[in-house]
């Protein structure tokens, strides 16, 4: 699924622009950009799945790092800073990863 069939190609091109400078990655503006924060629930888990690389129901750390990617192939890689802060902020029980239902909360905050 293409991320464009649930955002605006324009939105998340500007967003992906706007965070284009290494350790300049902010999730909440991000998410807000892109318009995900208005967005379903539904919608935010579709966006979770396309994320989830290797379909393992969990976003780890090694796919936050390429979360820019996800929304656009020309986006930047994370740095290991912008990926360990973007982990800690969603990863609320402590696993070491991104559940869905802590994605789709961190998206709503």
Known sequence: MAMSSILNTED????VSAFAAPDSFDHKKFFEMVGL????????KKIFTVLDADNSG???????????????KDGRDLTDKETKAFLKAADKDGDGKIGVDEFAALVKE
């Open 12 to 15: 998340i091109k500007k967003a």
């Open 58 to 72: 969990y976003i780890e750390e090694e796919e936050l790092k390429y979360v820019l990617k996800g929304f656009a």
């Open 37 to 44: 924060k208005s967005k379903s629930n539904d919608d935010v």
